[in-house]
């Protein structure tokens, strides 16, 4: 009877037919996503109702607000409040430099113009923040961060004090970019911002470089050729007479025998934006 069943065409195509849709039904079941796929119709925003005078009142003098109020009378411009000046009192709100004898070492003249600078950060403008006060107490001294979670953390905390717009920031970038393993074009634009009272913090770093010798972050070149170029009038012979000897140091030092490659060749790339 079997064999019989076997030489029936139609019997064995039936068969097939089943066993096909057994192995369909089986295979769409176990490729069902895990998720369901979510489809979001977007949804245009209803327009905002314009603001129309009541019946009866056009005909009197009167204006109407966009939020649809209604008042008597003609409309009454106001100014934008006044920006209160946020430098701290007595501070210095544009840059004022002292005389300098023309006698005068010049190096020793631009160490005087450094000094200024750091003691009048507020004087190319910015915001003193209390805010800001906080977050340097917090980010200073910079440290390694001690796991992802406080890596995040600092992260975050310095892009706040960047928009803080506080001179005093930029010590706590450059340090974060020098010893806290923390960099980004963030801090280079914040540096940048900040401007002139950003080199008195950023050049010590190029200096304990050239006496000390080993490596020397790129963060300090870059951001003072940045600086140096931008800023080339106040900074004067800051650029002239410290910057600028310090990077021919490393430069000459053709041979990597006390700096740490690649310092030679971004002291040289420093070197030729400020026109050397």
Known sequence: MLKNLLSNRIFIGILVLLICGVASVYFLRTDLPEEPIKIYTPVEPMP????????????????????????????????????????????????????????????????????????????????????????IAELMPP????????GEE?????????????????EVLIGHMCEGGTVGQPMDDGLDAIG????????????????????IRAAVFY?????????????????????????????ADEDAEFYRYPAQRRANEVLTQLGQ
């Open 154 to 170: 600092v992260i975050f905390q310095i892009l706040e004090l960047i928009e803080q717009n506080d001179p005093r920031a930029a």
């Open 48 to 135: 905002k109702p314009k603001a129309e005078a009541p019946i009866g009142e056009t005909e009197r003098g009167g204006h109407v607000h966009e939020d649809g109020t209604w008042h008597e009378g003609a409309h009454e411009a106001h100014a934008p409040p006044a920006v209160p000046n946020t430098a701290p009192s007595g501070a210095a709100t544009t840059p004022d430099f002292p005389s300098v004898d023309p006698n005068e070492d010049p190096v020793e003249a631009a160490y005087k113009r450094l000094e200024y600078i750091k003691n009048n950060p507020y004087a190319w403008g910015g915001v003193h923040s209390e805010r800001a006060t906080q977050l």
């Open 196 to 215: 002139p009272p950003a080199v008195p913090y950023i050049l010590p770093y190029l200096e304990r470089g050239v006496a000390e010798g080993g490596r």
């Open 223 to 251: 951001s003072l050729g940045r600086l140096g170029a931008l800023y080339r009038d106040d900074l004067g012979g800051i650029v002239d007479h410290i910057i600028i000897p310090k990077l021919a140091v490393i430069a």
């Open 143 to 150: 440290t390694l961060p001690r796991d992802e979670g406080h």
